[in-house]
């Protein structure tokens, strides 16, 4: 059973910054990708940024310059480093693994920006 553990979320001024960290278990195979998605009230899941295993990395527009992902593939754990954060990044964030082409998710971390 795969499990994907996130930590790091919490209460954070205009400007300031985060990490999150998600460390993933269960799997018998090495994954495809794993990342980050984030859902805030009222709007649908979004794609925050992935990065492939050999380091390939994908980030949403509103993200760019300001937040990066890594992975440590000894740990099975991939981070998210977040600065410059704004209100609108508010939101829950998902841990996202996919394996085999299917995708497995995290519980969710609040992030929450105050202005």
């Known amino acids: 059973q795969v499990q994907l553990v996130e930590s790091g979320g919490g209460l954070v001024h205009t400007g300031g910054s985060l990490t999150l960290s998600c460390a993933a278990s269960g799997s018998i195979f090495s994954d495809d990708a794993m990342g980050w998605y984030r859902q805030a009230p009222g709007k649908q899941r979004e794609l925050v940024a992935t990065i492939t295993r050999s380091g390939s990395t994908n980030y949403a527009d509103s993200v760019k310059g300001r937040f990066t992902i890594s992975r440590d593939n000894a740990k099975n754990t991939v981070y998210l480093q977040m600065n410059s954060l704004k209100p609108e990044d508010t939101a829950v964030y998902y841990c996202?693994?996919?394996?085999?082409?299917?995708?497995?998710w995290g519980q969710g971390t609040q992030v929450t920006v105050s202005s």
């Open positions: 996202w693994e996919m394996i085999k082409m299917y995708n497995y």
